[in-house]
T-cell receptor, first 115, second 115 residues
Framework: NAGVTQTPKFRILKIGQSMTLQCAQDMNHNYMYWYRQDPGMGLKLIYY???????DKGEVPNGYNVSRSTTEDFPLRLELAAPSQTSVYFCASSYTTGGNDEKLFFGSGTQLSVL | GENVEQHPSTLSVQEGDSAVIKCTYSDSASNYFPWYKQELGKGPQLIID?????GEKKDQRIAVTLNKTAKHFSLHITETQPEDSAVYFCAASKGRAGGSYIPTFGRGTSLIVHP
């Protein structure tokens, strides 16, 4: 298994541009998450999904959109990039069924700079 | 919502010393407390976790303790080695009983182990 795969690893955007961060997992996990990591601020939840076709906002959703058309993929869309969206973005997944299985598996991250 | 405080933000130790990282949480319904290690340029990875029905858990050189009454939990690393240098995150979630598996993360602790 490849686990959680994120692309691209690095990207520079100009203010106002749009882009999609890709995330795919091959573990048949039902839950998927997008976090952003800013220096000294920990991991902030942007959006999450509990299964295909279901998404919900996290703590910092403004400026982002997501979709979950399949179990495997959970892309994150930035429509009008702003400097405040400069950050490292992590996608994660978990197989959460109501038992003791809440462990998150993270991708290796996408470093995004908006200039 | 849940609030997780983590201290210290930076911890510098000599190789062979012990390191302790402390977290407090605000929601008494939280019952699952994982710790993640993030090495440079990588995504976080679970290293140990504890549930609210257990007071302490050990795995070789790492251990986690939980005080439900005081709502705090700690990560203990003994006989530190240079490869322990990383950022460590604590988290808390409520699980099925609390109606949410979504973890709330602390801000992270940068552990530096000097050879």
């Amino acid at each position: 298994n490849a686990g959680v795969t994120q692309t691209p690893k690095f990207r520079i955007l100009k203010i106002g541009q749009s882009m999609t961060l890709q995330c795919a997992q091959d573990m048949n996990h039902n839950y998927m998450y997008w976090y952003r990591q800013d220096p000294g601020m920990g991991l902030k939840l942007i959006y999450y999904s509990v299964g295909a076709g279901i998404t919900d906002k996290g703590e910092v959703p403004n400026g982002y959109n997501v979709s979950r058309s399949t179990t495997e993929d959970f892309p994150l869309r930035l429509e009008l990039a702003a400097p405040s969206q400069t950050s490292v973005y992590f996608c994660a997944s978990s197989y959460t069924t109501g038992g003791n299985d809440e462990k998150l598996f993270f991708g290796s991250g996408t470093q995004l700079s908006v200039l | 919502g849940e609030n997780v405080e983590q201290h210290p933000s930076t911890l510098s130790v000599q190789e062979g010393d012990s390191a302790v990282i402390k977290c407090t949480y605000s929601d008494s319904a939280s019952n699952y407390f994982p710790w993640y290690k993030q090495e440079l340029g990588k995504g976080p990875q679970l290293i140990i976790d504890i549930r609210s029905n257990v007071g302490e858990k050990k795995d070789q050189r790492i251990a986690v303790t939980l005080n439900k009454t005081a709502k705090h939990f700690s990560l203990h690393i003994t006989e530190t080695q240079p490869e322990d240098s990383a950022v460590y995150f604590c988290a808390a979630s409520k699980g099925r009983a609390g109606g949410s598996y979504i973890p709330t993360f602390g801000r992270g602790t940068s552990l530096i182990v000097h050879p």
